[in-house]
């Protein structure tokens, strides 16, 4: 034991022992080549201590920077070198050769170390953006990020006008809303008076209904009476009456045959629209030739059918009545030796338009209008035919079935008078 001790007691004294000659007399202790070896070797300690305090701030500043590692190899590695500078300036006066070998080892284990450890984090190092690449990475996020504030101040802006939008809408919706609810009340109100007035109408078809009772019974059983008791006087009497006498029996017949067409002719006004038949198809073709035979005009009288006219779906004996008041009414009225009548249809895409055209008098554009109202007529009084009610049942008929009627006429020259009907599904050609 003893032994080792006294070894490590020698090996310390050795370690520390001034047995060599100084340094400074390999300089022949020249103060200029000594001078030169001390501010050398201060200056590069000193430099070599600064840098890495310079590195412990770079790194302590930017806590993003990597390899951090081989920072502090650097720092140990460069403080080695600079202290061997200091034990060069020391071993001129202080041979203590041990000491500043074991720090030149030291030095060169570092040394080692570092350089092992920086070869594998070349590669590593050339991989990082060069700062070429990372200022146009650079310029790149700052284009995106002005886009990105672009885009931000147009969602700004598409934001308010969109809440303005909402905004508004709302309000339109509300005043809607409001609307709405004043015209659901005025429906409300509507569909009460349309209720009384339904009432209304029920109660006057009644009484239409009574009055036409009445009319056909007991104002029509009057005159027939009257019309067989004028027909007895001159079957009977006929030869006690004279001339004069037997005119005012025929007067007398005829008014009574005037009075029961008027009223049969308020009968049917009164039916249309409120006593219903089926609907059917109807052959017009067929059913003008069958009004032609009821109506039976005189030799001197020419009824043309112009084209093949439609087969349309209605009820057979309102068209029947539309077109036997207007072919009654050019017969009636024609003041020439031969007249003609001409029937005629023409398709106007979504309805008929359908013609009677005669060469008769003839009506002046004053009373185009007046002649389609009940009770209006221009023929004169002794005309025991005319009733004023045909045209306005044709008038009436026609808009039953939503069309127009109307005359064009110039006086002298004749009358044509149209009504449209409106085509149904059913219609065929």
């Known amino acids: 034991m003893q032994d080792v001790g006294d070894f490590g007691v020698n090996f310390f004294y ?22 030169l070896h001390i501010f050398s070797d201060s200056v590069i300690a000193l430099c ?12 302590r500043k930017r806590e ?17 070198c600079g202290t061997t500078h200091i034990m060069e300036v020391w071993t001129l006066w202080y041979p203590v050769y041990w000491l500043s070998g074991a720090i030149k080892a030291f030095t060169a284990i570092i040394s080692f170390y570092t350089a092992l450890t920086l070869i594998p984090l070349v590669p590593q190092a050339l991989a990082l953006p060069s700062p070429a690449q990372l200022e146009v990475a650079n310029k790149a996020l700052q284009e995106e ?20 939008l909402v905004n508004q809408r709302t309000a339109e919706l509300a005043k809607a809303n409001e609307h709405l609810q004043q015209e659901i009340i005025q429906r409300q109100q509507s569909q009460e008076k349309m209720g009384r007035l339904f009432k209304q109408i029920e109660s006057a078809n009644k009484e239409l209904n009574d009055f036409a009772y009445v009319v056909s019974h007991d104002l029509k059983a009057p005159l027939r009476g009257i019309a067989s008791l004028s027909e007895w006087l001159l079957a009977d009497y006929a030869d006690k009456f004279d001339e004069q006498g037997r005119e005012f ?23 249309v629209g409120r006593i219903q038949e089926e609907s059917r198809q109807v052959n017009l073709d ?36 539309v077109f ?21 249809c023409l398709d106007k895409k979504d309805y008929w338009q ?34 004023g009610i045909g045209l306005a049942l044709v008038k009436k008929i026609v808009e039953l079935y939503d069309g127009k009627v109307w005359v064009e006429s110039e006086l002298g020259q004749g009358s044509t008078f149209f009504f449209t009907l409106k085509k149904q599904q059913t219609n065929l050609m």
């Not at 003008?288 to 004996?317: F, M, Q, R």
């Open 145 to 164: 990020n002005t886009e990105r504030k672009r885009v931000e101040q147009e969602l700004r802006e598409y934001k308010e006008r969109l809440e303005e």
């Open 324 to 344: 036997q008041n207007l072919l009654s009414n050019a017969i009636k009225f024609i003041d020439k030796s031969q007249g003609q009548i001409i029937i005629d």
């Open 48 to 59: 070599y201590y600064s840098i890495p305090l310079t590195l412990i701030y770079f790194v």
């Open 64 to 80: 993003d920077v990597p390899f951090k590692s081989i920072f502090l190899l650097f720092g140990a590695f460069i403080v080695s």
């Open 249 to 271: 029996v025929h007067l007398l017949i005829n008014r009574v045959q005037r009075m029961q067409n008027l009223i049969d002719g308020i009968l049917k006004y009164s039916k």
């Open 354 to 387: 359908f013609s009677v055209a005669d060469n008769g008098l003839g009506i002046e554009q004053q009373y185009f209008e007046k002649i389609f109202q009940i009770f209006q007529k221009l023929s004169s009084s002794k005309d025991s035919d005319s009733t």
């Open 14 to 35: 050795n370690f520390f022992s001034g047995n060599f000659i100084p340094h400074g007399h390999c300089y022949l202790w020249k103060p200029e080549l000594v001078s």
């Open 286 to 321: 067929k059913l003008i030739t069958d009004v032609i035979d009821i109506l039976n005009p005189g030799e001197n009288i020419h009824i043309e059918i112009a084209h093949s006219l439609p087969v349309v779906y209605c009820e057979k004996t309102r068209i029947e009545q």
